[in-house]
């Protein structure tokens, strides 16, 4: 009759060391992001080329762990057009967005986008005549090939586009803040007292207090971020936009969790401690991205 309480009780130095590794290895790659988004502006106002290397980066392991997982699940895809495509479209979206006049038409976001849409074009043809060259090939294989790059390389992109925006650094380093708040406030209060489990058959471990917890961080995050900036956006597309991305961050989070499922896979990797791998780490990031970039657009930033 006394177990369950002896239980709770060395749980939960456990649960604050395995909190400690996370929160290490989320501090590490924080500082990597914000250097690399800071960087180039306390520099020289430069065009955002190290940011695009260092989401490069990352969307090409985030590729490679899926493509890894994918194996696994008896699918072959092309992991050497998924990740190099992965890697090269944040870098053309930064390239074509730095060719972008002041004051211009087009806007320099604009520009990345034709960027964007070079690669995957490319992409899409490699993939195509991969498909056709090789009898053993399977629509499959072809489709998880595209899917794979689109998945890691063309989402994350849009961190490469919402810096190109007016106060872009900025706005970047509060959608990174506001993933970061929803993760600790969701692990924090969910491990605590979450009992409403919200998708036990996907993730068993996230409940709707954890949910709850983190997107009033989130928004929280955002509402800090219009203070901090000055945006002439008003303060209520902020709110909202955070409301958004923590939705988003919890979409992206099960849509990886039901990848992994398929494949009974536990982590995408090795690489990350107290994380998996960095398609576990990033994978709200993912969804967050793209979503917030457009949330903003749509609100008129530019």
């Known amino acids: 009759m006394r177990e369950a309480p002896i239980r709770q009780v060395i749980r939960a130095p456990r649960a604050l060391r395995d909190f400690g590794v996370r929160a290490i290895t989320a501090v ?12 180039p502006d306390l520099l020289s106002k430069g065009d955002g080329l190290l940011w695009a290397l260092v989401i490069a980066a990352l969307a090409a392991v985030c590729a490679s762990e899926f493509y890894a997982m994918m194996r696994t699940g ?15 479209m944040p870098i053309a979206a930064a390239v074509y967005a730095s060719r972008a006049i002041p004051g211009g ?31 053993q090939v399977t629509a499959s294989d072809t489709a998880t090939t595209v899917f794979g790059a689109v998945y890691a390389g063309f989402t994350l992109s849009h961190l490469v586009l919402m810096r190109a925006l007016d106060s872009g650094a900025e706005l970047v380093i509060i959608t990174l803040a506001g993933v970061w ?63 958004v991305a923590a939705g988003a961050a919890l979409f992206g989070d099960l849509v ?47």
């Open 28 to 39: 590490a790659l924080g500082l990597v992001l914000l250097g690399a988004d800071l960087w």
């Open 74 to 88: 008896h699918r072959k895809p092309n992991e050497v057009f998924g990740v190099i495509a992965a890697a090269a």
């Open 105 to 135: 038409a087009t806007s320099a976001a604009d520009l990345g986008s034709l960027g964007l849409t070079a690669v995957m074009g490319a992409l899409i043809l490699a993939a195509l005549t991969w498909h056709i060259l090789f009898r």
């Open 181 to 243: 708040a929803m993760d600790v406030f969701a692990y924090l209060i969910g491990s605590a007292i979450g009992t409403h489990r919200l998708a036990p058959h996907i993730s068993p471990k996230k409940s709707w207090e954890g949910f709850i917890a983190g997107a009033i961080g989130t928004m929280a995050a955002w509402g800090i971020g219009w203070y901090v900036t000055g945006s002439p956006l008003p303060m209520w597309v902020f709110l909202l936009t955070g409301a």
């Open 256 to 302: 990886e969790s039901r990848m992994k499922r398929e494949v009974s896979a536990k982590d995408s990797g090795r690489l990350l401690p107290g994380h998996g791998g960095f398609l576990d780490r990033f994978d709200s990031m993912i969804v967050v991205s793209i979503v917030v970039y457009y949330v903003l657009i749509f609100a008129g930033a530019r």
